[in-house]
């Protein structure tokens, strides 16, 4: 007596079926063979995580070239301005005050004050 298919395994198989024959990790002429030579989660696991990969990989790279598309600015956003990094470089170099002290102020690290350098 055969146990239903859970959900997870059912995911495995039809997210393996739609990927195009010469694209998957394991060649699965059809899904009867497939299942026969596979069976439950447990087996289907490394094969399912490649998948997995490959689909997040695709999609990400997808997101990230739209985003360049419609010009939108990638990665961090910076902690402090363009004026409050003038403000804090002129603070500590003209008027001499501690780093440490112009960090609090504005609620970053000393070591983000320090970087900043005059242009």
């Known amino acids: 007596m055969s146990r239903p298919a859970s959900r997870d395994s ?4 039809s997210t393996i079926s739609s990927i195009p024959a010469g694209r998957s990790p394991v060649r699965l002429p059809n899904y009867a063979e497939a299942r026969s030579k596979i069976s439950g989660y447990a087996r289907c696991s490394t094969s399912r995580s490649g998948v997995r990969s490959r689909l997040i990989r695709a ?3 997808e997101g990230r070239a739209s985003a360049k598309a ?4 990638l990665g961090r956003q910076p ?3 363009l004026h409050r990094k003038c ?3 002129s603070r500590r ?3 001499g005050e501690p780093v440490r002290d112009i960090a609090r102020s504005y609620n970053v690290r000393y070591s983000t ?3 900043l350098v005059a242009d």
């Open 10 to 13: 059912r995911y495995c198989w």
């Open 59 to 61: 999609r990400s790279g």
């Open 70 to 73: 419609r010009r939108v600015k």
């Open 79 to 81: 902690k402090l301005t």
């Open 87 to 89: 403000k804090a470089i």
């Open 93 to 95: 170099d003209e008027l």
């Open 113 to 115: 004050i320090s970087r």
